[in-house]
């Protein structure tokens, strides 16, 4: 296994993260098959893993409910003793917090649940910019100093789905950010603060971790045969997995990436391709850019999101709406944008709000017919998350 420096934090992680969103499961998200996860785990940390990433709703009934992941990680180190050996981050659910003391009573749910008395790294969890201000109201940053001063908390960050401006409008309030967990992947450079957010956190020494690092599997799976005959036209045959994480690990700003593994050979498979030094020639670099753009052929619209059709007069968030439809159309599969889509977009933003104005047609620089595009959302997602 190779390692990395977390940026200031001065923790040495493992270059693999075990994210535990995705662990086998029997019957339905909520119930994780315990004896497979554990083999899992104990596998990818007696072969160099050293970070395991949680948060409070992972494998719960409900998008955002309270999850089994933490009980399953908690009772996993504790029964194998393997607590100190592990760097273990999970994340406050940012959006049920109503007054100033609901931070302190989470955190206590957390550290009961993960039995510990202590959090390697507490992140914000998936911060927008409606959760920042709402948090920052509650004296969130207190809550923070008062973490790290009583020893419950060692590193803080954040976890987001921001655009690049936000990223570095909370960057900046607050010197004690240690770590940033962001999505990225060879799709999304330009989604979200994909590479100007990860350059940022290089440049103030804030550790950066990945997630989303296969597009929850859809880099990997029933491959298009246009992006297939590209891979098959590398200097170096790579499999799917290959490409998808060695393109972060050749990059000097991806100190650590999660995967959410959900069998025993995924375990193994990344373990390998995390072992080993692999480094991208150009022209193979170029090939994964013109991969990219190929998938990009396959967006349900031509939205660019310039933004002229905001704001919606009835609060639809266009932009996000069909940012998350023509990625999910992108890899085919409604699950690639779902949990984003309903979980990132508030209940009456989404497309099933739109009445019909058509108040946004004119300003459509792609001359899109929007009513339309988001009738073409409503159908493709639904109106409430069941993707598990």
Not at 68 to 76: A, T, V, Y
Not at 107 to 129: A, F, G, P, R
Request: hydrophobic residues 35%; contains cysteine; glycine residues 6%.
């Amino acid at each position: 296994m190779l390692y990395n420096e977390l940026g200031k934090s001065g923790l040495k992680v493992s270059r693999l993260g075990f994210g535990t969103m995705r662990l086998p499961t029997v019957n339905s998200n909520a119930d994780i098959d315990e004896v497979e996860a554990t083999k899992m785990l104990k596998y990818g940390i007696e072969n160099g893993i050293n970070l395991i990433d949680t948060a409070y709703p992972y494998h719960s009934k409900e998008l955002d409910g309270n999850g089994n992941s933490e009980k399953f990680i908690g009772k996993f180190l504790k029964e194998n003793s393997y607590r100190d050996e592990i760097i273990l981050s999970t994340k406050s659910p940012s959006w049920l917090m109503e007054e100033k003391s609901d931070f302190d009573k989470y955190l206590d749910i957390q550290l009961e649940k993960l039995q510990t008395d202590y959090i390697d790294i507490y992140l914000l969890h998936s911060l927008t910019e409606p959760d920042w201000f709402k948090v920052k109201d509650l004296d969130v940053l207190d809550f923070l100093d008062d973490c790290l001063s009583s020893g419950k908390v060692k590193h803080v960050g954040f976890s987001s789905h921001i655009e690049v401006d936000y990223l570095i409008e909370i960057l900046d309030e607050y010197p004690k950010w240690e770590v940033v967990l962001t999505q990225m992947n060879y799709l999304d450079e330009y989604y979200q603060s994909g590479i100007m957010g990860l350059d940022y956190l290089k440049q103030i020494n804030v550790g950066s971790m990945i997630m989303e690092p296969l597009r929850g599997g859809r880099l990997v799976n029933n491959i298009p045969a246009e992006v297939q005959k590209l891979w098959d036209m590398a200097e170096v045959k790579r499999t799917p997995v290959e490409w998808a994480l060695q393109y972060l690990w050749n990059r000097d700003d991806a100190d650590c990436v999660l995967s959410g593994m959900t069998s025993l050979e995924q375990v193994k498979d990344n373990i390998r391709i995390a072992s080993t030094e692999d480094i991208i020639s150009e022209n193979d670099q170029e090939l994964i850019r013109e991969v990219a753009r190929t998938y990009r052929t396959f967006l349900g619209n031509r939205c660019t999101r310039c933004g002229y059709c905001m704001p919606c007069p009835h609060g639809v968030d266009i932009i996000n709406c069909l940012t998350e439809y023509n990625i999910a159309h992108m890899m085919n599969d409604p699950k690639a944008s779902a949990m984003q889509y309903f979980s990132l977009i508030d209940d009456d933003s989404r497309a099933d709000s739109c009445i019909d104005c058509k108040e946004c047609i004119p300003f459509c620089t792609q001359m899109l017919d929007i009513p339309k595009e988001l009738q073409k959302v409503y159908e493709y997602f639904g109106s409430e998350f069941d993707h598990f």
